[in-house]
């Protein structure tokens, strides 16, 4: 059995410059995604053309949009890069470009020239859970996390408040803050199974 090796982060994109490469359904999709997660997300979008829908959404975000064909000079100051465009060539070209400057690139539906993917989130306040099928089944992701959607709680958010005033509170070394903690929330999975 093949292991996913992907090692989870969370970034804190609102710090990040990002770029998608494309204004299309794909572009759109993967805009959307990321404001959903990081509604202050840094994104240029550069495009020939662009999607009503897509418009739209970068107007209500920080989302800066550049009608231009796609050229390595967009790359300067990113961090994080999309290609998102309906030509192969161009999103391979953006990968390329991305690897020569030590860019992390992500090319939409196609896992071989990616570093990255945009796995499934679910996210309750505070709490939010990142879901990986290692490029395989975006599918299975969105199923899974339809399920932790359902199956935490909305309140989960409170709980964590409340850990983190706890956590503050306790006047001891770090092992015995673990220990306090750790056996204070192992009930929480006895009362979810």
């Known amino acids: 059995?093949?292991?996913?090796?992907?090692?989870?982060?969370?970034?804190?994109?609102?710090?990040?410059?990002?770029?998608?490469?494309?204004?299309?359904?794909v572009g759109l999709e993967k805009l959307v995604f990321l404001l959903?997660?990081?509604?202050?997300?840094?994104v240029t979008i550069v495009s020939i053309n662009f999607l009503p829908e897509l418009i739209t959404l970068a107007k209500?975000?920080?989302?800066?949009?550049?009608?231009?064909a796609y050229a390595f000079s967009f790359l300067k100051g990113k961090h994080i890069v999309?290609?998102?465009?309906?030509?192969?060539?161009v999103n391979i070209q953006v990968y390329k470009d991305c690897k020569q400057q030590?860019?992390?690139?992500?090319?939409?539906?196609?896992?071989?020239?990616?570093?990255?993917?945009?796995?499934?989130?679910v996210t309750k306040g505070n709490i939010?859970?990142?879901?990986?099928?290692?490029?395989?089944s975006p599918t299975l992701a969105k199923r899974l996390r339809q399920f932790f959607e359902e199956v935490?709680?909305?309140d989960i958010d409170e709980l964590a408040e409340n850990l983190n005033s706890f956590r503050n509170k306790?006047?001891?070394?770090?092992?015995?803050?673990?220990?306090?903690?750790?056996?204070?929330?192992?009930?929480?999975?006895?009362?979810?199974?």
């Not at 209500?60 to 231009?68: G, Y």
């Not at 992500?106 to 989130?121: E, K, L, Q, R, S």
């Not at 939010?128 to 395989?136: D, E, P, R, Y």
């Open 1 to 25: 059995m093949e292991q996913n090796e992907l090692y989870p982060i969370f970034l804190k994109v609102s710090e990040l410059e990002v770029l998608i490469v494309g204004g299309g359904n």
């Open 36 to 42: 959903k997660s990081s509604p202050n997300a840094k």
């Open 60 to 68: 209500k975000h920080k989302v800066e949009m550049i009608e231009a």
């Open 82 to 89: 999309i290609a998102a465009t309906d030509h192969i060539e």
């Open 102 to 121: 030590n860019v992390l690139v992500n090319v939409a539906d196609n896992p071989p020239y990616c570093d990255f993917y945009m796995g499934g989130i």
């Open 128 to 136: 939010k859970i990142a879901i990986s099928t290692n490029g395989k």
């Open 152 to 154: 935490i709680p909305d």
């Open 170 to 193: 306790i006047k001891c070394d770090l092992k015995e803050k673990v220990d306090i903690l750790n056996n204070l929330t192992k009930g929480i999975i006895d009362k979810t199974t």
